[in-house]
């Protein structure tokens, strides 16, 4: 897919409609200056309009304060780092089996985030590790998991494809193609039943798009007016098969057909923000709806893909020079002169330091004990019988 296909959609910098703001001495520090404007509102258009179907689409003007913009960069900065360390430790053979990273997709990430509260719940692909840092998780946490360890956040047992924060309403990380879009329903069933007025986003990609399930879970979802969210992240590859080689209909915001559905710039923070904010007031109300995320993934589907043989260079630099999410927050906040080059360049360096912390205390951690294998799987209590290769040693284990 050329470059001007996945582009042509795309502004190179937002449109700013500005309400008054005296930019902050640089003197005092970023923190400060942040807090002392965070009365200041701007009013930002979105880079490209949000397209509606059976429904009428939000406005593009969206609200943020200096301290929000800078709280986007940061946060993507430090997903993005993580992302490019993990791709070190993989090929350090530190990370094992299989590892899939979102790098370029931290928009949604952020942007999901600043529309909801830890009370929503979220639950994804195996493409997590951003996601699980966006619900409130540690970088050591993320790295620890990774690798194996004790003090991961599914104790060293769960690796690149199966995070967990429950109780900030991740419920994960899921390996197999699609099967959390009915899970992620059942959690909106629950969120419903409780009359709890919070929403489930469940996330898959476009390779997902095509699945039975999906249709048979947004078919009941929909009968029963159930709060959920399904996001779409369409990053154009299903694995190394481009869009419109899989799917006849590649308007995935469309495919829904009885629920609707909208398409948004997925590599733009606010117009993010902007959608979930809407998607959650809507679900809330009426029902299911769906978000196609138009993003992109700079690394190949897995680390086991090098993601250069089925598109070109070329098009990877393209999306990262027009639209790549942190250096158009990064624009704004320069245009604005909420901070200064050298200052975001000062916090990147310090981004970089935590992570190399965090990875080096992930490191000391222990591996999980031989015991514990079967503990965190069956239901305390019952146990479950091990044969031995021969089948002829058997033993009880007990959680």
């Not at 409130?136 to 003090?151: H, N, P, Y």
């Not at 630099?317 to 624009?331: A, T, W």
């Not at 965190?376 to 058997?394: H, L, N, Q, S």
Request: with cysteine.
């Amino acid at each position: 897919m050329a470059v001007s296909r996945l582009a042509s959609s795309t502004s190179t910098v937002s449109k700013l409609l500005l309400r008054p703001l005296s930019a902050p001495p640089f003197s005092r520090s970023f923190s400060e200056a942040a807090a002392g404007d965070d009365q200041t509102v701007l009013t930002i258009e979105t880079s490209v309009p949000f397209t509606g179907h059976k429904i009428d689409p939000p406005s593009r003007s969206v609200e943020a304060t200096p301290k929000e913009l800078f709280s986007f960069f940061r946060d993507m900065a430090v997903m993005r780092r993580m992302e490019i360390a993990a791709d070190s430790l993989y090929k350090a053979k530190l990370i094992r089996g299989f590892c899939h990273l979102y790098d370029g997709q931290e928009a949604v990430a952020v942007g999901m985030e600043a529309a909801i509260t830890k009370r929503d719940c979220i639950i994804t692909a195996y493409r997590d590790h951003c996601i699980f840092l966006g619900r409130g998780g540690k970088l050591v946490e993320a790295f620890s998991e990774l690798m194996g360890r004790r003090t991961g956040c599914s104790k060293g047992k769960g690796g690149s494809m199966h995070f967990y924060k429950k109780e900030a309403g991740f419920y994960g990380g899921h390996g197999i193609v699609g099967a959390q879009v009915p899970l992620g329903c059942g959690l909106a069933f629950a969120q419903k039943y409780s009359k709890d007025e919070t929403v489930t986003f469940a996330l898959y990609g476009d390779g997902a798009a095509n699945q039975g399930q999906l249709f048979e879970a947004l078919n009941i979802s929909a009968l029963w007016d159930l709060p959920v969210i399904l996001v779409c992240e369409n990053n154009h590859y299903g694995m190394g098969t481009a869009e419109w080689r899989a799917s006849k209909s590649p308007a995935y915001y469309k495919r829904g057909d009885y629920v609707p559905g909208l398409k948004v710039d997925g590599m733009d923070v606010l117009a993010v923000k902007q959608a979930c904010k809407f998607a959650k007031e809507h679900a809330l109300k009426n029902g299911p709806i769906i978000l196609e995320m138009d993003t992109y993934r700079y690394h190949g589907h897995s680390m086991s893909d090098p993601g250069s043989t089925y598109r070109t260079r070329d098009e990877i630099s393209g999306i990262r020079q027009e639209r790549d999410p942190i250096e158009r927050v990064r624009k704004l906040i320069l245009t604005h002169e909420i901070a200064s080059a050298s200052e975001l360049k000062d916090i990147e360096k310090e981004i970089r330091k935590k992570v190399d912390e965090a990875i080096a205390q992930a490191k000391e951690s222990p591996m999980p004990d031989p015991s514990e294998i079967f503990s965190d799987v069956y239901v305390k209590g019952y146990g479950t019988e091990v044969f031995g290769a021969d089948r002829k040693e058997v033993k009880a284990v007990l959680p």
